[in-house]
């Protein structure tokens, strides 16, 4: 994976050679997809409004992914993605592309890898040491 990313290196400092972890996730919710997405059988979550609260600024709501790390952005998949093909026309890589609030993304790997990744979809960057 090739990864290219905008963020902000006053709120989380980082120097040549410093290891870091790196998630991305559609939700902050520990058990999975989103509330209201549909579930793999294709009918509708019905998790309960408070649910949806994962997290909140006042601190109220439930905690989700953020208490493991210590840089989180939230965003978009936010450009067509571009898919790279070898000569006997298999797809052998792809980028994909997010906007974290005029922060961008670029992650480029195999195409399997890949896949969950949609336009449109909302992300979470992820980040600790």
Known sequence: MDLTL???VELFPLQNEDSFALALATSLARGGAPPGASTTDGTEDTTDEKE????RPDGKGRRGLEDDYDYVMYGKVSTKMHEYHHAAHHCISRT???SFGGLLMSLT???RHLTS???GDPIYLLVRK
Do not use: E, M, P, T
């Not at 949806?52 to 997290?55: E, N, Q, S």
């Open 96 to 98: 994909a592309y997010a």
């Open 6 to 8: 905008d963020y902000n």
């Open 52 to 55: 949806r609260d994962v997290w």
């Open 117 to 119: 990744i949609v336009l």
């Open 109 to 111: 790997g195999s195409f």
